[in-house]
């Protein structure tokens, strides 16, 4: 990756090793992406929730940097892990990798008709989703992991598994999809159901 963005980015990173020490602060304060790996700490979370390990998971994405061993976490959590590969055939996908817009679609769709939507990352993909869902009436599960809580809870090696799922739960109850305030700037991909929003 270092040598990744010295080729791409060569005035900005002569020598990241000053963008560490920030970078490592944003990431517990859950202000970063989930990376492939971190994606294990969804698992956690979804099983403090409460959810099953038969629950079938479907992931939307594209090819995973680090391949599978990456998703390892995840599925050994959910054995019942599915992508778009292994839920259609080559000829049926094949028709869809003509365009990379196709492919996104077809995620999207799945996504938005799924029973429950986890965002694992603040790009539009999911803001769109998660949007499209409230606009919907709220009546499937959308939820915003706490990156912040996740990094500070899995990262105390004292902290027992009742206390965990007590602070999961508490705060991702305000964290589902729900409508929230709206304030200026606010995202309206993500929140469409704004007070000035005409109402058919």
Excluded at 26 to 47: I, N, Q, S, T, W
Excluded at 85 to 107: G, I, M, N, P
Aim: with cysteine.
């Amino acid at each position: 990756m270092g040598l990744y963005r010295l080729k791409e980015w060569p005035r900005r990173f002569k020598d990241g090793s000053h963008l560490w020490p920030l970078a490592l602060q944003k990431r517990k304060e859950g202000r970063c992406p989930l990376e492939p790996g971190e994606v294990g700490e969804v698992a956690v979370m979804l099983r403090a929730m409460g959810y099953p390990k038969e629950t079938q998971i479907y992931v939307a994405s594209g090819q995973v940097y680090g391949g599978q061993n990456r998703m390892a976490p995840l599925r050994n959590m959910f054995p019942n892990l599915v992508t778009k590969e292994e839920l259609t055939t080559k000829d049926e996908l094949d028709s869809f990798r003509k365009h990379v817009t196709s492919l996104a679609a077809l995620d999207f769709l799945v996504c938005l008709k799924s029973d429950v939507f986890v965002m694992t990352h603040g790009g539009n993909f999911a803001k769109l989703i998660i949007g499209a869902r409230r606009y919907m009436g709220h009546h499937q599960k959308s939820i915003k992991p706490d990156k912040g809580l996740l990094s500070k809870s899995l990262g105390d090696p004292y902290m027992g598994w009742a206390t965990f799922v007590e602070d999961v739960v508490i705060t991702h109850q305000t964290r589902t999809g729900l409508p929230e305030a709206t304030f200026p700037n606010y995202d309206i991909w993500e929140n469409p159901l704004t007070p000035c929003m005409c109402k058919a």
